[in-house]
Each structure stands twice: as C-alpha cells, then as structure tokens.
C-alpha cells in the first residue's frame, strides 16, 4: 500500500495562482482525481484523470500528474474556493486512496 | 441528473453493526462501481470499499475484516455493513458512483455516531 501526502494547507491573496500538491512514488503511473469540499458540503470533483475538468468547472481549476507528484493548479484563485481539496488515486491492481487533504484560504 | 442519497440509523451501539443504505435515482446501478467513503468529524475522507453491478467487491485494507457492501434487491440501491464499531467508527458516511477510479457523484453523507 501507499500514502498520498498533501501540504495540510496554502494561502493566497485573490487573483493569485494556488498550487496544491499530491505526492507518493511513481503517483504518475496511477489515474488522480481533485475533489473540493466546502464546509459542511458533501465533496465535489474538480479535476479526474489527472487534468481533465467536469462539465461545469471553471477553466481556472487545471491538473497535472507526472514522477512522483500530481498538482491540482487554480489560476486566479477566488474567495469562493477557500475549501478543504483532497488528492485521490487509483490504479486497476489496488484500491482508492485520499490524501490527507489541504485547507486552501483565499484572502 | 444522478443523486445518491443514504439513509440509515444515526447512533449505533459500541460492538453492535452499522447499517446504511444508499438510493439511487436518475440512473440505475449498471455500468458502474459504487462506493462507499467516510469522514470522522474534522478529519479527512477515507474510502471504505465499492461494489461492482456485477457483485464483485473491493475494501480497503483496514476494514475488510468488518465491512461489507452488497447491492439490494431493486436495481438503484446498495448497502454498507460494518461490524463490531468503536467510537472511531463514528463519521459522516458518503455513497458514491465510480468510474475509471474516479468518484464522480456523492450522496450529501449522514453522520453515525458509536455511543451507548
């Protein structure tokens, strides 16, 4: 087994861009997905398959995942993405695995 | 629109089994893997295990000895049992539908509390 370990948190100021990182080794060899919970809310997909968005997430949420580290990018970081974000990895041999999550704040 | 929702008791008794079930409406449960993931309260999500349409399972290491999810008899429901819980069972309990290892539409989670 593994662990995905996140930075416990990140600030910017807005209109900075936040980077949040997810890292174990060779995370690049495994499928990552971003999931977004605000307070008191049920966690929401940001990013899945390393960089790809869902329908109805903003083009400033970006991903990216290669070597030992996966990167959700929020270029343009706005007041209303302070959240808690967490990393999520899977590969077709083990199970799903959550980072310990990030506490982004935006101020 | 898919939504998932859980239903189940809210407090459970210390060695007793937690049971939840999660409905699902919008879409049936073909096609997809169906997890279920948990939050102890102020601390981050960890994934309990999903079940396949075709009945196959997967659990994380930890649990496997005490959980089980198994589908229901209509074709838009699955259920979560976890045996023997201690107070560090208590959490908010999500369902999930899964795809190509992603969790892509969450219930809005139910808090279960262990407490005699």
């Known amino acids: 087994s593994y662990e995905l370990t996140q930075p416990p948190s990140v600030s910017v100021v807005p209109g900075q861009t936040a980077i949040i990182t997810c890292s174990t080794d060779k995370l690049g060899s495994k499928h990552t997905s971003w999931y977004q919970q605000l307070p008191g809310q049920s966690p929401l997909l940001v990013i899945y398959q390393d960089n790809k968005r869902p329908s109805g997430i903003p083009e400033r949420f970006s991903g990216s995942n290669s070597g030992n580290t996966a990167t959700l990018t929020i270029s343009g970081a706005q007041p209303l993405d302070e959240a808690d974000y967490y990393c999520q990895a899977w590969d077709s041999s083990t199970y799903l695995i959550f980072g310990g999550g990030t506490k982004l704040t935006v101020l | 629109q898919v939504q998932l929702q859980e239903s189940g008791p809210g407090l459970v008794k210390p060695s007793e089994t937690l049971s939840l079930t999660c409905i699902v409406s919008?879409?049936?449960?073909?096609?997809?893997?169906w997890s279920w993931i948990r939050q102890p309260p102020g601390k981050g999500l960890e994934w309990i295990g999903h079940i396949y349409y075709t009945g196959g399972t997967s659990y994380t290491p930890s649990l496997k000895s005490r959980a089980t999810i198994s589908l229901g008899t209509s074709n838009n429901q699955f259920s979560l049992k976890l045996t023997a819980v201690t107070a560090a069972d208590t959490a908010i309990y999500y369902c999930?539908?899964?795809?190509?290892?992603?969790?892509?539409?969450w219930g809005q989670g139910t808090l279960v509390t262990v407490s005699a």
């Open positions: 999930a539908r899964g795809e190509a290892g992603t969790l892509s539409y």
């Open positions: 919008g879409d049936s449960i073909n096609n997809y893997f």
